[in-house]
């Protein structure tokens, strides 16, 4: 395969241009940067799910804005709560809620499935949104990012719009290299096994219902991730981040990409951001930009209809186009 | 009497979902296409009843031009969008419903407004039935649980007594068998698409008088609608009554027992189906 070399080259040079990013841009730049960041971490994360196992959540969200609730919730008003605290917490209540909860909807399949996982977020947006728990429609403010310091040495200082970047950035890798792992680990590849054909591997002897209630604990902890960082970057947690429009919309950005291939989400969450700033901006679309989501809908529309497999299946097409032009001139000559 | 009242408003809460719920079944349960943008009929209805009553004066003449302008949007997104969808995934289904809501939602901002807007209830049915002192019944949601009735009923015979039935439930139960025994599967799609759609537009204009019309009223009860459907088992017409009457009293009881809780019972009972027939209420293992 010709691709994995290409891809791999791609692959590091994006890495490249992220890291060199902040030199050149302004803050709100590098802001805008890290939060798409954030969001391809919250893709990749459902895509192990969507792509990689074949199980359509619409419900990613909850676990996603349980952990961002979490660090709200555990931090002290006025001081920065310790980093290496709070991340471990919030991540383990988006998995215990993903165990909870993936107990029961992995009971159903198909069209079930995906109306259970809907069903189950907008139950978690409802204690959010109906009780006083997270302080009901209104949220909760986080007044100071949490504090990295370790063993009394400070590695990043994460109210530094800069450095905060590039722990995202870091994170991010680190997400990527650890799916990467898992899925060429045979974990992975029973997962791979499932999607293709389900009551194949279970007669193989393979515990289906364990290995995908595995793959759903494990998504909902990279989600908490996520939605952790997001909590610390923006300072503000509400019911919002919960509810069924933010799980689609990760669900879209994992078909705009591309599912099933890792670098999909990490294309789909930079191409959504983007054209999503791009349709809001009122100096391009003036009164109707903030009807950005009017031009998004049939963007979506389009994207099914039309390019199903995403931009990266667009990419490696062209690409391969390209080999074989190179190829047929090479031969001509 | 407090309670009598709060179980008649459960009924007809349950029997409005009913209308939703059924629809939404029938084209899981037929066509085997997830339309999320069910729930927006269900705006789209109350926001004709909105603008037809302003015109027109009245609700009983904004009901049929209201539910001929449904079925004509029903019928041309079935013929531009869904009929397109049927081979595909459930994802694609789930994205293209997804993005049809958003161009929706957004439509409705910029013809509407984001403001709550009322709808009058119709002159004739505008007084109350004292039941005490204090407490009295409104006729109108006594009306509307009739008409709900009347439409179940009349939907149960005509799957269960015509031929276009004996087709509904044929295509439900194998597609592929109907299909070549001579039913005419296009067909028979489009008519249940378009009739699943105005019976949630319907659902959506009568109750624009109880529930009022504002921003995001699809969506929410959507949702409500999908926990119907599990609880009852996707493509069960009986399902759906059943859940949807267990829905709209747990929800109506729910909110007067424990007002902070009453967000997650319905949840609670879908969890505990789950457990226990993860199948449906109505669909044999």
């Given at each position: 395969m010709p691709n994995i070399s290409l891809s791999r080259t791609a692959l590091l040079s994006g890495v490249l241009l992220l890291a060199a990013?902040?030199?050149?841009?302004?803050?709100?730049?590098i802001q805008?940067?890290?939060?798409?960041?954030i969001m391809a971490i919250f893709a990749l994360s459902l895509d192990l799910l969507v792509g990689h196992t074949g199980l359509v959540s619409l419900g990613h969200a909850a676990y996603f804005g349980l952990a961002a609730y979490v660090l709200a919730l555990i931090s002290p008003k006025y001081e920065a709560a310790s980093l290496w605290l709070t991340l471990p917490m919030a991540m383990i209540a988006a998995a215990t809620a993903a165990l909870i909860i993936g107990f029961l909807v992995l009971r159903t399949t198909g069209v079930y499935f995906i109306m259970v996982t809907l069903a189950f977020a907008q139950m978690l947006y409802a204690v959010f949104h109906d009780t006083k728990l997270g302080g009901g429609s209104d949220g909760?403010?986080?007044?100071?990012?949490?504090?990295?310091?370790?063993?009394?040495?400070?590695p990043v200082d994460l109210e530094n719009p800069v450095q905060f970047y590039y722990f995202v950035l870091v994170v991010m890798i680190a997400v990527y290299c650890l799916l990467s792992k898992a899925l060429h680990a045979p974990f992975g590849r029973a997962l791979a096994g499932i999607k293709i054909n389900e009551s194949r591997m279970r007669s193989l002897g393979y515990p289906v219902f364990t290995y995908k209630l595995g793959a759903f604990v494990f998504a909902g902890a990279l989600a908490g991730i996520a939605g952790y960082l997001a909590a610390s970057q923006f300072g503000f947690v509400n019911p919002e981040i919960l509810a069924w429009h933010h799980s689609g919309t990760v669900l879209m950005m994992v078909i705009l990409g591309g599912m099933g291939k890792l670098h999909g989400p990490l294309i789909g969450a930079f191409a959504y951001v983007l054209l999503q700033d791009f349709f809001s901006a009122s100096s391009v679309f003036g009164a109707y930009a903030k009807h950005w989501q009017l031009a998004m809908g049939g963007l979506i529309v389009l994207i099914v209809l039309v390019l199903p497999h995403g931009l990266a299946d667009l990419f490696e097409r062209v690409a391969h186009l390209n080999e074989r032009r190179d190829a047929n001139l090479a031969g001509e000559e | 009497m407090f309670y009598l009242i709060q179980l008649l408003n459960g009924v007809q809460y349950g029997l409005l979902l009913f209308l939703l719920a059924s629809g939404l079944t029938l084209i899981f349960g037929i066509m085997g296409v997830m339309n999320l943008a069910h729930g927006s009929f269900y705006m789209i209805g109350?926001?004709?009843?909105?603008?037809?009553?302003?015109?027109t004066g009245g609700l009983w003449l904004a009901i049929p031009l209201g539910l001929a302008i449904a079925l004509i949007i029903g019928l041309a997104l079935e013929q531009t969008f869904f009929s397109r969808l049927y081979k595909r995934d459930h994802l694609y289904q789930v994205l293209l419903t997804f993005g049809l809501i958003l161009i929706f939602e957004e439509l409705r901002s910029i013809l509407f407004g984001d403001d709550v807007h009322g709808v009058a209830v119709p002159a004739l049915l505008d007084f109350s039935i004292p039941l005490t002192d204090t407490l009295s019944y409104p006729v109108y949601r006594l009306f509307?649980?009739?008409?709900c009735l009347m439409l179940a009923g009349a939907m149960v015979l005509v799957i269960?007594?015509?031929?276009?039935?004996?087709?509904?439930?044929a295509g439900s139960s194998n597609r592929e068998m109907a299909a070549s025994l001579g039913v005419n599967i296009p067909l028979l799609f489009a008519l249940v698409?378009?009739?699943g759609t105005a019976l949630a537009a319907f659902a959506g204009m009568v109750a624009a008088p109880i529930s009022s019309v504002f921003p995001g009223m699809g969506n929410q009860i959507l949702i409500i609608c999908f926990v119907v459907v599990v609880i009852g088992g996707i493509g069960s017409?009986?399902?759906?009554?059943i859940a949807s009457l267990a829905i709209g009293l747990a929800d109506t009881l729910g909110k007067v027992l424990a007002p902070e809780l009453s967000g997650i019972a319905i949840y609670l009972l879908m969890a505990v189906i789950l457990l226990w027939r993860p199948q449906g209420l109505a669909n044999k293992a």
């Amino acid at each position: 395969m010709p691709n994995i070399s290409l891809s791999r080259t791609a692959l590091l040079s994006g890495v490249l241009l992220l890291a060199a990013f902040p030199l050149t841009g302004a803050t709100f730049y590098i802001q805008l940067g890290a939060k798409i960041m954030i969001m391809a971490i919250f893709a990749l994360s459902l895509d192990l799910l969507v792509g990689h196992t074949g199980l359509v959540s619409l419900g990613h969200a909850a676990y996603f804005g349980l952990a961002a609730y979490v660090l709200a919730l555990i931090s002290p008003k006025y001081e920065a709560a310790s980093l290496w605290l709070t991340l471990p917490m919030a991540m383990i209540a988006a998995a215990t809620a993903a165990l909870i909860i993936g107990f029961l909807v992995l009971r159903t399949t198909g069209v079930y499935f995906i109306m259970v996982t809907l069903a189950f977020a907008q139950m978690l947006y409802a204690v959010f949104h109906d009780t006083k728990l997270g302080g009901g429609s209104d949220g909760i403010y986080i007044y100071v990012r949490p504090d990295a310091t370790i063993a009394g040495i400070k590695p990043v200082d994460l109210e530094n719009p800069v450095q905060f970047y590039y722990f995202v950035l870091v994170v991010m890798i680190a997400v990527y290299c650890l799916l990467s792992k898992a899925l060429h680990a045979p974990f992975g590849r029973a997962l791979a096994g499932i999607k293709i054909n389900e009551s194949r591997m279970r007669s193989l002897g393979y515990p289906v219902f364990t290995y995908k209630l595995g793959a759903f604990v494990f998504a909902g902890a990279l989600a908490g991730i996520a939605g952790y960082l997001a909590a610390s970057q923006f300072g503000f947690v509400n019911p919002e981040i919960l509810a069924w429009h933010h799980s689609g919309t990760v669900l879209m950005m994992v078909i705009l990409g591309g599912m099933g291939k890792l670098h999909g989400p990490l294309i789909g969450a930079f191409a959504y951001v983007l054209l999503q700033d791009f349709f809001s901006a009122s100096s391009v679309f003036g009164a109707y930009a903030k009807h950005w989501q009017l031009a998004m809908g049939g963007l979506i529309v389009l994207i099914v209809l039309v390019l199903p497999h995403g931009l990266a299946d667009l990419f490696e097409r062209v690409a391969h186009l390209n080999e074989r032009r190179d190829a047929n001139l090479a031969g001509e000559e | 009497m407090f309670y009598l009242i709060q179980l008649l408003n459960g009924v007809q809460y349950g029997l409005l979902l009913f209308l939703l719920a059924s629809g939404l079944t029938l084209i899981f349960g037929i066509m085997g296409v997830m339309n999320l943008a069910h729930g927006s009929f269900y705006m789209i209805g109350a926001y004709l009843a909105y603008w037809l009553v302003k015109i027109t004066g009245g609700l009983w003449l904004a009901i049929p031009l209201g539910l001929a302008i449904a079925l004509i949007i029903g019928l041309a997104l079935e013929q531009t969008f869904f009929s397109r969808l049927y081979k595909r995934d459930h994802l694609y289904q789930v994205l293209l419903t997804f993005g049809l809501i958003l161009i929706f939602e957004e439509l409705r901002s910029i013809l509407f407004g984001d403001d709550v807007h009322g709808v009058a209830v119709p002159a004739l049915l505008d007084f109350s039935i004292p039941l005490t002192d204090t407490l009295s019944y409104p006729v109108y949601r006594l009306f509307l649980t009739g008409v709900c009735l009347m439409l179940a009923g009349a939907m149960v015979l005509v799957i269960r007594k015509t031929r276009l039935g004996m087709m509904i439930r044929a295509g439900s139960s194998n597609r592929e068998m109907a299909a070549s025994l001579g039913v005419n599967i296009p067909l028979l799609f489009a008519l249940v698409f378009a009739f699943g759609t105005a019976l949630a537009a319907f659902a959506g204009m009568v109750a624009a008088p109880i529930s009022s019309v504002f921003p995001g009223m699809g969506n929410q009860i959507l949702i409500i609608c999908f926990v119907v459907v599990v609880i009852g088992g996707i493509g069960s017409i009986y399902g759906a009554m059943i859940a949807s009457l267990a829905i709209g009293l747990a929800d109506t009881l729910g909110k007067v027992l424990a007002p902070e809780l009453s967000g997650i019972a319905i949840y609670l009972l879908m969890a505990v189906i789950l457990l226990w027939r993860p199948q449906g209420l109505a669909n044999k293992a």
